[in-house]
Nanobody, 126 residues
Framework: QLQLVESGGGLVQPGGSLRLACAAS????????IGWFRQAPGKEREGVST????????FNADSVKGRFTISRDNAKNMVYLQMNSLKPEDTAVYYC???????????????????WGQGTQVTVSS
């Protein structure tokens, strides 16, 4: 069982940066792919970025390529999402999630993730 807690959200101007953090508890953290998802009001949840258990595989949604970078520190049970060149359309609640299967295939499909944090609000506005 994994528990996840996000932090680092806030209000930022367009073009600015934020770094989100996801702290995990549980001895099997290093065995699970971790994803970041977001949900804006009135929209479906969207997969943003994901990273494999060892960090060797990472990919982003087309909407954030070249702007967002995911990383992890298994020694600290932490995953990060560095967000640069933020746009108003990046405004959403951001969630981190752990894949339901240890060493499961890396994916941005939300149904594959079994453990979710409570979310952190990111607002991009001038």
């Amino acid at each position: 069982q994994l528990q996840l807690v996000e932090s680092g959200g806030g209000l930022v101007q367009p073009g600015g940066s934020l770094r989100l953090a996801c702290a995990a508890s549980g001895s099997t953290f290093a065995n699970h792919a971790i994803g970041w998802f977001r949900q804006a009001p009135g929209k479906e949840r969207e997969g943003v970025s994901t990273i494999s258990p060892t960090g060797s595989i990472r990919f982003n949604a087309d909407s954030v390529k070249g702007r967002f970078t995911i990383s992890r520190d298994n020694a600290k049970n932490m995953v990060y999402l560095q967000m640069n060149s933020l746009k108003p359309e990046d405004t959403a609640v951001y969630y981190c999630a752990a894949h339901g299967t240890p060493f499961g295939a890396v994916t941005l499909t939300a149904d594959s993730y079994a453990f979710w944090g409570q979310g952190t609000q990111v607002t991009v506005s001038s």
